[in-house]
């Protein structure tokens, strides 16, 4: 059974940047597409962004578009979330998830997920 577990969130000023990783043990990530997503307290799971299982196709939410960017490394199984430019609106807890459909953006959309990472951004 694979799990996956996320690192890398923390305290940052507005305008600062985090880098999110994801590592998977106990299964692989290769052939599956992945996915970031968020949440705040007494708010829906919301779609950050995916990744194709190659990496070479990746999707992100209109908020987030030209600040953040995804990536992977299969043979390490990892996934990254670099996160530029970071506002108080980014606050949250981020999730990754392992699933099939790159273009989904529902949470029941993806099978796998990791226990979350808290990121807060101060103004």
């Known amino acids: 059974q694979v799990q996956l577990v996320e690192s890398g969130g923390g305290l940052v000023q507005a305008g600062g940047s985090l880098r999110l990783s994801c590592a998977a043990s106990?299964?692989?990530?290769?052939?599956?597409?992945m996915a970031w997503f968020r949440q705040t307290p007494g708010k829906e799971r919301e779609f950050v962004a995916t990744t194709s299982w190659t990496g070479g196709g990746t999707n992100y939410a209109g908020s987030v578009k030209a600040r953040f960017t995804i990536s992977r490394d299969n043979a390490n199984n990892m996934v990254f979330l670099q996160m530029n430019n970071l506002k108080p609106g980014d606050t949250a807890v981020y999730y990754c998830?392992?699933?099939?459909?790159?273009?989904?953006?529902?949470?029941?959309?993806?099978?796998?997920w990791g226990q979350g990472t808290q990121v807060t951004v101060s103004s």
């Open positions: 106990g299964g692989t990530l290769s052939g599956y597409a």
């Open positions: 998830a392992r699933g099939v459909n790159m273009y989904g953006v529902r949470t029941s959309d993806w099978d796998v």
